[in-house]
């Protein structure tokens, strides 16, 4: 990849970057058996670009997600992460899922939580003033510093959603990606997350997969939409006929300039 790259655009335009791309994925396949699930997949993403990634159940959003994460290999193509291959770049990417499996009787605290951003670096459980330091700089970062003690498990879906956001700044992700950040979270707490990643998206880059057509437009530049095949795209291009296309039925639109739901355009499914 040259030094002053481009992004590859659904209809053929192209936006000048400097600089290698934090994600590229160069003529990715991949299939589960004789099922094709992602096919010739062509896209960069650059530092500090927010992006979400769109498209119907079972079209590939989360495959795509795995591959980045390198936890899938291709078939065919090549995906850098940083420059490096997959496995080895994934060390500077913070995974966020819907929501974190634990035993509620368990009394983990927040801060427990963001704290689990350290353990890679293999203290075999010490935890040192400086991970402290940086577990409650990242609760902050999120609104949460207040809730620091509180049992995770008392958290509302919001607040639990944000400190997992804090583990991965915890570990020092320069690239975060989001599983469905808006799935169980109310509108109100959607509104303060989505604050929160336009703050975070001046240091760090980040790629939300999301159902809900309605944060997508309020919130990103740029969708990749994902249906076995992968466009990468304006937002403002994410026309009601190019949803048709992508969802295979009418799925409503709006584009915001407020904060405020419509009521079509939220989870679909």
Do not use: W
């Not at 159902?211 to 992968?230: E, G, M, Q, T, Y």
Request: aromatic residues 4%; glycine residues 10%; hydrophobic residues 40%.
């Amino acid at each position: 990849m040259s030094q002053a790259a481009h992004t590859h655009q659904g209809d053929g335009s192209a936006t000048r970057h400097e600089g290698k791309p934090v994600v590229c994925f160069e003529g990715v396949s991949f299939s589960y058996g004789r099922h094709l699930v992602v096919e010739d997949a062509d896209f960069d993403i650059f530092e500090g670009e927010s992006i979400c990634v769109v498209g119907p159940n079972g079209g590939g959003k989360s495959t795509l997600l795995k591959l980045m994460l390198g936890l899938l290999t291709p078939d065919q193509g090549q995906i850098r992460i940083f420059g490096e291959p997959s496995q080895q770049g994934r060390a500077r990417v913070g995974y966020v899922p819907q929501q974190m499996d634990f035993d509620p009787l368990f009394p983990v605290s927040a801060l427990d939580v963001a704290l689990m951003g350290r353990l890679h670096r293999g203290s075999l459980g010490f935890v040192t003033r400086t991970d402290r330091v940086a577990a409650m700089d990242a609760l902050a970062k999120m609104g949460l510093a207040d809730q620091a003690k509180q049992a995770f498990a008392s958290l509302s879906g919001g607040q639990r959603q944000a400190v997992l956001i804090a583990r991965a700044l915890v570990a020092e992700a320069k690239l975060i990606l989001l599983d469905e950040p808006t799935a169980h979270v109310d509108v109100a707490a959607e509104a303060r997350l989505m604050k929160s990643l336009k703050a975070l998206g001046k240091e760090l880059t980040i790629i939300t997969v999301s159902h809900d057509l309605a944060f997508v437009s309020r919130s990103v530049p740029k969708v990749i939409c994902v249906n076995r095949c992968v466009h990468l795209h304006p937002t403002t291009e994410l026309t009601e006929s190019r949803i048709r296309e992508l969802y295979g039925h009418d799925v409503r639109l709006v584009q915001h300039d407020h904060e405020h739901l419509d009521s079509h355009g939220g989870h679909h499914h």
